[in-house]
T-cell receptor
Framework: DQQVKQNSPSLSVQEGRISILNCDYT??????FLWYKKYPAEGPTFLIS?????DKNEDGRFTVFLNKSAKHLSLHIVPSQPGDSAVYFC??????????FGKGTRLSVIA | DGGITQSPKYLFRKEGQNVTLSCEQN?????MYWYRQDPGQGLRLIYY???????QKGDIAEGYSVSREKKESFPLTVTSAQKNPTAFYLC?????????????FGSGTRLTVV
């Protein structure tokens, strides 16, 4: 049973436009959410996180929004750049338990 | 430079053999993790350790074993009991209590059964 779901396997966006990646979760005990970026044959790199006490966190071009009532979070990238092309993973944890990851969304930013 | 090192980058195993994947970190992190990535499957947790000489099974521990004799090292053994070991294996580490910073991952080991 998937606790973290990324229902869009892929997304294509034009350079300069906004990229919106979505993530849904089922476990109401999750209290920390993170986004990771991954290039092929490399390990994921941490991008941005949000705790359940907030509904928004921003870091440069990246903003994460959390809607607890809907059990939904999204990552916004503005403006999108070709170097943003990668697989993005949503992850969540409850207390001190290990991160649970979604299946990822492959973002392609087209110049 | 502090970081987490996985070796080897590529590993080939014959059916019926055990192989050990190395993971070393010099970040002074308490916790270490092993994840497996298959195409379209995301990252699935194999084992994790939050302190030296202690570790717990993750969601897909069958056919794997680990040890945590030193804080810096968390090797993963893929045994012959693992039915489908071909995958990309990722090791990670984290600071206990610093949840907002997530995990630091190694660059991975691709294991192929031949």
């Amino acid at each position: 049973d998937q606790q973290v779901k990324q229902n869009s396997p892929s997304l294509s966006v034009q350079e300069g436009r906004i990229s919106i990646l979505n993530c849904d979760y089922t476990n109401s005990m999750f209290d920390y959410f993170l986004w990771y970026k991954k290039y092929p044959a490399e390990g994921p790199t941490f991008l941005i996180s949000i705790s359940s006490i907030k509904d928004k966190n921003e870091d440069g071009r990246f903003t994460v929004f959390l809607n607890k009532s809907a059990k939904h979070l999204s990552l916004h990238i503005v403006p999108s750049q070709p170097g943003d092309s990668a697989v993005y993973f949503c992850a969540a944890s409850a207390g001190n338990t290990p991160l649970v990851f979604g299946k990822g969304t492959r973002l392609s930013v087209i110049a | 430079d502090g970081g987490i090192t996985q070796s080897p980058k590529y590993l080939f195993r014959k059916e019926g053999q055990n192989v050990t994947l190395s993971c070393e970190q010099n970040l002074n992190h308490d916790a270490m993790y092993w994840y497996r990535q298959d195409p379209g499957q995301g990252l699935r947790l194999i084992y994790y350790s939050q302190i030296v000489n202690d570790f717990q099974k993750g969601d897909i521990a069958e056919g794997y074993s680990v040890s945590r004799e030193k804080k810096e090292s968390f090797p993963l053994t893929v045994t012959s009991a693992q039915k489908n070991p071909t995958a990309f294996y990722l090791c990670a580490s984290s600071v206990q209590g610093a949840r907002g910073y997530g995990y630091t991952f190694g660059s991975g080991t691709r294991l192929t059964v031949v």
